[in-house]
């Protein structure tokens, strides 16, 4: 479980993000994001278009977790309001592979913004 701190819990937050968030996509995944104050935090939406099965669901969020995780230790200058969501064809893939698309897209928001704000 990511600390208290670091998650997207309300509506209201995942509209802003929804509403004024940049998309970045890959096969597996799909964030939006925004710049934040102080603290990177995240949303995870897995629905029932990924699978029927709550199992299934929860793995795959159990999967972005765990990689948000290994984010947040990072020493990083920049923070963010982060939601991912996962695509069906997350059924198909392991945890290296998603680990792999959050880090690129993690990789693409932060380049993004760092180019952006020069």
Same mark, same amino acid.
Request: charge should be positive; hydrophobic fraction near 40%.
């Given at each position: ?16 993000? %929804?509403?004024?968030?940049? &998309?970045?996509? *890959?096969? %597996? ?6 710049? &934040? ?9 897995? &629905? *029932? ?17 765990? &990689? ?51």
């Amino acid at each position: 479980m990511l600390p208290k701190q670091h998650r997207i819990t309300k509506n209201k937050e995942f509209a802003l993000v %929804f509403d004024q968030g940049k &998309s970045y996509a *890959t096969k %597996f995944l799909v964030m939006k994001a925004v710049p &934040s104050e102080n603290i990177s935090r995240f949303g995870f939406i897995v &629905s *029932t278009k990924v699978s029927k099965r709550a199992y299934y669901r929860g793995k795959i969020k159990k999967w972005l977790r765990e &990689s948000a995780r290994e984010f947040i230790k990072r020493d990083i200058d920049v923070f963010f309001d982060i939601i991912i969501v996962a695509r069906k064809e997350s059924m198909d893939a392991n945890f290296q592979l998603i680990q792999n698309d959050f880090k690129f897209l993690i990789s693409k928001i932060i380049c993004f913004y760092e180019k952006n704000n020069h």
